[in-house]
């Protein structure tokens, strides 16, 4: 089992782009099926990189959202760190990546604290 984490900017950016609960809801189905399943972002700490097409949306994952996440296995954690269309921006900065590391560090320590 895992525990979901969201962070504000992942909630306001869902929130914006009209991804409800129950999309929520098979995106969290999805990563506790396969933790794994995004591409590591190298050098970001952990964080990964994945594709979700909203169910009924007609739209291919490659069309569709890419969400950023953070899987800690040994606490059996998932922090959802950010989310937009492909539409908006095509690749992540070095700035982007530096700072997922920072948030990685941040999350796995608050989460070892308990």
Known sequence: MLTFF?????SAHRDRLGITNDD?????VLICKDPEAGDVIKGSGGFRKLR????GSGKGKSGSFRVIYLHVPAKGSVL?????PKSERSST???EVKMFAIAAAAFKNEIEKG
């Open 80 to 84: 959802f760190f950010m989310v937009y």
């Open 6 to 10: 969201e962070s504000k900017a992942f």
């Open 24 to 28: 929520l809801l098979q995106l969290q």
């Open 52 to 55: 979700f097409a909203k169910p």
């Open 93 to 95: 900065t070095a700035a």
